[in-house]
C-alpha cells in the first residue's frame, strides 16, 4: 500500500526519506484502518465531523479545524520540538545527554512502558464504540469522536516508537496491540480499567475527567524520560490529553447545573422526585465519582513498587514536573505510607508510583472545588467529595480492605453501597436517548455555555452522510 507521507500522515519526523520505517508503516496502516473501520465509532463513519487536526507542532498547525470522515483523519505523528543539550534529569544517570538510541540494557523496560501506554489508548476507542447512538446532542457527539480520533492518534505516535526504534519485537508488540480487545476473555487489553464497558455518558465524563487525567500523570511521567524520542513524544500527546479531561469536567459541570436548576424549581433534593423529572441526583453522581476515582487510582499500581524504583533510577520514567523537586536522586529519601498495618517509612525511589498517584489526587480535587461552587450558589448545602484512597481498591496494599469513602473500617455491604448499584446503572441508561437535532440537548444535561473553536453550540458539529 503506498503512502504519501506529506499528505495521509503529517508529521515531523522525516517519514518520507526512511524506507524502513515506510515499508513497516505501509503493513501496519491498512491493518489500523481495518480496526478503526470495525472496532471505532459505530453508524458514523461515513458522517462528516467538525474536528481538530493536528499537522505541525507550532501554535498554528496542531490545532487545524474542519469537516471531514472520521476514516480520513490525518493521523500525525509529531515529537515536541528537540531540546538541544538536554540532559536526564533525575536518578543514577542524572547529568548524563539524553539518549537517542534505545540504550541495549534498558530496551525491555522501554518496550513495557512504552506497549502499555499504547495499549490504552485503542481500548478507549473500544470502550467507547457505541456512545455515539445515545448522545445527548451533537456538540457532545462531537467531541466523542475528536476524544476518539486523537487516542487513534496517540496508538500512531507509540506505534510510531515502537516501529522506529524497536526492529523486529517492535513491529510484533505494533501488531499486539490492534489484535488485543477491550473486553475479550480471551485476549484483553493490558489494563483491568480498559476491559470495562462505557456504555453511558455518565460514565464517559467521568472517564475523561478521571481515567485521562491518570492518563496526563502517566504522560507527564514519561516525558521526563531520558529516551529522548519517547519524551518528546509524550511531551506533545499532553497538549491533546487536555481537551479530552475539558470534556469530562465540563460535562459533569453541565450535569450538575441542569440538576439544581430541577432541585430549585421543585425546591428538594430528593433523589426519588429529581428522577421523576428525568435528572441525576447528587447522590448518584457522588456513587460514579467514588467508583471511577477508586478505579483510576489502581492504575497508578502499587503504593511500593520495584519497578518504578528501578524506572526512576534508570532515567526511564520520572516524577511528573521532575524539575519542581529539589532532590532528583532521591536515593536516600523516605516516605512515609499508611498501611493497613500502621504508617510505614518507604525508600522514596520505591513510593514513585505512590508520590504520582498523590499529585494526581490533588488535581482530582480541582474540578470537584468547581462543581461545589455551582452547588453553594444555587443555595444548596451539598459536596461531592473523593473517596479517600484506600477505599474500594484492587490494587496495591489496601487491596480488598474494607473501608468506607472517608477511610475508616466498614462492612463489605457498607463499600457495596457507596458505589453505583443495579437500579443506578439502569436508570442512568434510562436516560440515554439520542438527541440529534441541530442546537438541542437532552433533558438530564444543560446546554454547553460556548462550542468548538468560537462556534455556538448550536453549530451543526455532525452532519448526515
Known sequence: ????????????????????????????????????????????????????????????????????????????????????????????????????????????????????????????????????????SLYDMRNLFQVNVEEGRHLWAMVYLLHAYFGRDGREEAEELLYRRSGDRDNPRILGTFNEPIDDWLSFFMFTYFTDRDGKYQLKSLAESGFDPLSRTCRFMLTEEAHHMFVGETGIARIVKRTLDEMQKRKSDD?????????????????????????????????ISSNAASYFANGLKGRPDEES???????????????????????????????TRSAYSRDCQIGLTRWNRLIAKAGFNLELKLPAERFNRRVGMWTGACVDVDGKPTTADAVVASLPSAADRAYVKSLMVPVTGIGQCANWIAPAERGINNNAFEFEYVRAA
Open 1 to 136: 500500500m503506498a503512502i504519501d507521507y506529506k499528505s495521509t500522515i503529517p508529521n515531523n519526523v522525516d517519514l518520507s526519506t526512511d524506507r524502513g520505517l515506510q515499508r513497516a508503516l505501509e503493513h501496519w496502516h491498512p491493518a489500523f484502518l481495518d480496526w478503526w473501520k470495525e472496532l471505532g465509532p459505530a453508524n458514523y463513519q461515513a458522517h462528516e465531523v467538525y474536528l481538530r487536526t493536528a499537522t505541525s507542532v507550532d501554535a498554528k498547525g496542531w490545532a487545524t479545524f474542519g469537516f471531514l470522515k472520521m476514516p480520513e483523519y490525518r493521523w500525525g505523528i509529531f515529537l515536541a520540538d528537540k531540546q538541544e543539550g538536554r540532559t536526564i534529569g533525575f536518578g543514577d544517570h542524572r547529568g548524563k545527554p539524553v539518549w537517542q538510541q534505545v540504550p541495549g540494557e534498558f530496551r525491555a523496560a522501554l518496550r513495557r512502558l512504552i506497549v502499555t501506554q499504547g495499549d490504552t489508548e485503542p481500548a478507549s476507542v473500544e470502550q467507547q464504540r457505541l456512545l455515539a447512538l445515545t448522545a445527548p
Open 271 to 303: 433523589p426519588a422526585i429529581l428522577r421523576e423529572a428525568g435528572v441525576i441526583d447528587l447522590p448518584l453522581l457522588q456513587r460514579y465519582i467514588n467508583f471511577w476515582y477508586s478505579s483510576a487510582l489502581d492504575l497508578f499500581g502499587a503504593e
Open 325 to 355: 523537586f529539589e532532590d532528583h536522586d532521591a536515593s536516600r529519601a523516605v516516605e512515609t505510607i499508611e498501611a493497613p498495618d500502621g504508617a510505614q517509612e518507604v525508600p522514596a525511589r520505591n513510593a514513585m508510583n505512590f508520590l
